[in-house]
């Protein structure tokens, strides 16, 4: 049976998703099993074990008629369908593929999500009641054993810390200040490095004006390359963004800070086992001292 998957992003929000992936492979471990996403995300994902095949969706303007009939295409010959972003845009992808079982929220799919606080709860939860509703009972702990990359030319240390002073470009609100993130530095009991993509590059120079000795790694890593460096880290802290995401399902001791921008009840990290990182919130996230960070690191 051909099964197709519907995961967009973002980063946290596919690495919340990954339990989800685990359970639909387990749920169907001898079925032909297709994920849609979108470009940022198709090479990592590929070398994940839950998929036979990974395809990209352009996410077309729906008055872009060639692009419509190549999604259509694309959407179409699967006998199951798990949509998994649930938003307003891959609903409609219901009436695109033909109308096979579909779980998700598209009015008249076969499998819908119709519990009225799913919008309320945590993506975990959300993922695991809409797979229940599918017939998949419990949602799986993710294996990243796959994640694997040479990250010899970075040179580590045997014992760091992770720092992850960015978040969305359009999403100020979200960081820390950096020079708290270099006061912290100075005060870990071991080396840090700083991760991020190549927009951090100025975040991780001010963290190194404090600390000099910090690592600087933002704009050096695919996904697959920093979630291997994260892998190897002993401590993780930073804002709510993709790589805690990372660091919270590889097991990696975290601490995440919050604004009130965002709500961890909703989109926190999780570990493995679905526990939660250590979560800080204030309502400017200038509000929260270095102090406070020492203070609760385990």
């Not at 799919?109 to 009972?137: K, M, S, V, W």
Request: hydrophobic share 50%.
């Amino acid at each position: 049976m051909k099964i197709l998957v519907i995961k967009h992003g973002a980063l946290g929000d596919i690495i919340l998703a990954a339990s989800a992936f685990a359970a639909i492979r387990a749920a169907h471990a001898a079925d032909d099993i297709t994920l849609m996403t979108t470009p940022p995300f198709a090479g990592f994902l590929s070398v994940s074990p839950w998929f036979d095949h990974v395809i990209t969706d352009a996410r077309p303007d729906f008055w872009n008629i060639p692009g419509v009939i190549k999604l259509r295409r694309q959407l179409r010959g699967f006998a199951m369908v798990y949509d998994l972003q649930t938003s307003s845009r891959s609903a409609r992808y219901f009436e695109l593929a033909g109308k096979p079982r579909w779980s998700g929220i598209a009015p008249g799919c076969a499998l819908p999500d119709a519990d009225p606080q799913r919008n309320f709860i945590h993506t975990r939860e959300r993922l695991a009641g809409q797979l229940a509703a599918a017939g998949i009972d419990k949602l799986s702990p993710p294996d990243f054993s796959w994640v694997k990359a040479d990250i010899s030319r970075f040179a580590l240390p045997s014992q760091f810390a992770v720092l992850v002073p960015g978040a969305a470009q359009h999403r100020p609100e979200k960081r820390w200040p950096e020079a708290n993130f270099g006061a912290l530095a100075q005060q870990l009991p071991m080396p840090v490095a700083v991760v991020g993509s190549r927009f951090e590059a100025p975040l991780a120079a001010a963290i190194r004006s404090f600390a000099a000795q910090a690592i600087d790694l933002t704009g050096q890593t695919s996904l697959l390359e920093l979630m291997s460096v994260i892998s190897r880290a002993s401590l993780a802290v930073g804002n709510d963004t993709g790589p805690m995401h990372m660091a919270a399902a590889l097991g990696v001791t975290s601490l995440v800070m919050f604004s009130s921008a965002s709500d961890p009840k909703l989109t926190a990290p999780r570990y493995p086992d679905g526990s939660w990182p250590i979560i800080l919130q204030a309502p400017h996230l200038a509000g929260l001292s270095v102090a406070q960070i020492v203070a609760a690191l385990p």
